[in-house]
Structures are given as structure tokens and as C-alpha cells.
């Protein structure tokens, strides 16, 4: 056996410890058992404020007598991401390759839950949608799900297109990046977020599972009373320009930028 091997099989063998070892703990198997997965690269501004909506947000699954963990995955961070999150109480797993769908798929494999959560870091769920999404899970009939979103502050046109967007995210059942839940037993049925994708990786897995979920004679939901507050940062950290020339390659060349690390320069090139 060479060595990557034998480093591939140990950390096989971490994470199946790291599951057995919170399963115990959640001994009550009659609890729902919820996992809070937080991707994070360099968040050190914004991570703190986002766990601490989430800590918040969890007390609707503890008033339905559910169970919760959250685990946030330092992807590959130089900053004190993973301190702050060791900090708040998460528990931090490590992915070293920089992108946001091997971050998640980390943040999976170590995570105990019956269920997932996927939130990111700049991004501030709510008890209600946490109670919605309770709901969802009650129901017994939703495979996975997401929310529709809105951006924290004032501004007209970015509110015109994310009310674009969740209009087009509830009639074809794409979750938003930013906030996703889904049995973990189907996100692993349909082998997790796309790798090779850098950007666009949330619409691809919910292509997957709108399929899984037709299999299986179950719905994919979309919550809208509580939508997800999530950072609108990007519209100060890039130009218009800089949106519209990615948005038109990306078309124009039939999705092949979202392959490519360089060219998915607002989620990769660290600005913060």
C-alpha cells in the first residue's frame, strides 16, 4: 500500500470514528438528529455572527426535542477561521483543497446527523426558518429543500434580482447555495456535491435530487415565510462589471467557467 493510500484509508477511518463516536452520544434513537454543516474560507469577519444566528436558530429543533450539532469545515483558511469556530462550539473538520463543494462534502462526512444543514458562513438563519425546515422534516413527504433569500441592506437592484431568483428558485426547486437541508441518507445517495464544479454546485445537486425525489415519490420544498438573511458583500467587494462579464461567459461557453477555479473569481479570489 503507497502512502496516499494509506493516508486515504486513515482518513476514512477518522471520519467513521468521528460518526460512531457523536451517534453514541446521541443515544435516543426516537431523537431527530440534525447536523449544521459551515463551509468557511477566511471568514474571520463574518463567522462569528453567523454561528451565532445559528446557535439561536437551533432552539427550534431543541423545542421539538431534537438533537444538533454544528460543524464548520476550515477550508484551507490563513486566517483564524477555524479558532473562531472552536470558540462558538463548533466541531471543525479540515478540507485542503480550496472549493466550496469538497468544503461541504467534508463538512458531511464528518457529520453525525439523520439529517443535514448546509448554511453559509455569511449567512444568518432564523428560528422560524429552522422551524419551517423542522416542519419540512416532520411532514415525512421532503426528500431536501432550501429557502428563498434576501440581502442585508438597502439596495433596489440586487433586491430586484434576488426576488428574480426566488421566483425561479421556487418554481424549479434550486435551493440557493447558502442554505440547504436534505436527508443525509439521499445526499449521499446522489454522491454529494459535484467536485468538479467550482460555482453553480447547489443547482447541479438539487437536479440530482428533484430526480431521486420522483424515484422515491418525494418533494423537494422551498421555504418562503422565513427567507435566509445572507451578506451582500459581494456587491461591494466586485463591480457590476465584474458580475456581468462572469454571468456572460458563463453562458456564452455553456457553463464551462464554473470548472475552472480562475474564473470563478468572486466566491475564490479572497477578497473579504
Not at 133 to 147: F, M, N, P, Q, T
Amino acid at each position: 500500500m503507497c502512502i496516499q493510500e494509506l493516508e486515504d484509508a486513515i482518513g476514512v477511518l477518522t471520519n467513521i470514528c468521528r460518526r460512531a463516536s457523536f451517534a453514541v452520544e446521541w443515544s435516543n434513537l426516537n431523537v431527530v438528529k440534525i447536523s449544521i454543516i459551515v463551509p468557511a474560507f477566511n471568514e474571520e469577519k463574518l463567522l462569528g455572527a453567523t454561528l451565532r444566528s445559528i446557535h439561536g436558530a437551533r432552539e427550534a429543533l431543541t423545542r421539538v426535542g431534537w438533537e444538533s450539532e454544528v460543524v464548520v469545515c476550515d477550508n484551507n483558511s490563513t486566517d483564524r477561521t477555524a479558532a473562531i469556530a472552536r470558540d462558538a462550539g463548533a466541531r471543525v473538520t479540515f478540507e485542503p483543497v480550496n472549493q466550496i463543494g469538497r468544503a461541504r462534502n467534508a463538512g458531511a462526512a464528518a457529520a453525525a446527523g439523520e439529517w443535514l444543514i448546509f448554511v453559509d458562513a455569511d449567512s444568518h438563519p432564523s428560528p422560524g426558518l429552522f422551524g419551517n425546515v423542522a416542519e419540512a422534516i416532520e411532514d415525512g413527504r421532503y426528500l431536501a429543500g432550501g429557502s428563498t433569500v434576501c440581502l442585508d441592506g438597502d439596495y433596489p437592484v440586487a433586491k430586484l434580482l434576488t426576488r428574480a431568483w426566488n421566483l425561479v428558485s421556487r418554481i424549479q426547486k434550486w435551493a440557493p447555495g447558502s442554505f440547504i437541508f436534505c436527508a443525509a441518507e439521499a445526499f449521499r445517495a446522489v454522491g454529494g456535491f459535484d467536485q468538479e464544479l467550482f460555482a453553480g454546485e447547489e443547482i447541479d445537486l438539487f437536479k440530482r435530487f428533484k430526480s431521486l425525489a420522483r424515484d422515491r415519490r418525494k418533494r423537494i420544498a422551498i421555504l418562503h415565510r422565513h427567507p435566509l438573511v445572507t451578506s451582500a458583500r459581494k456587491l461591494h467587494l466586485y463591480t457590476p462589471w465584474e458580475h456581468i462579464r462572469f454571468l456572460a461567459k458563463t453562458l456564452l461557453l455553456f457553463g464551462s467557467p464554473l470548472k475552472k477555479r480562475d474564473e470563478c473569481l468572486t466566491w475564490y479570489d479572497g477578497r473579504r
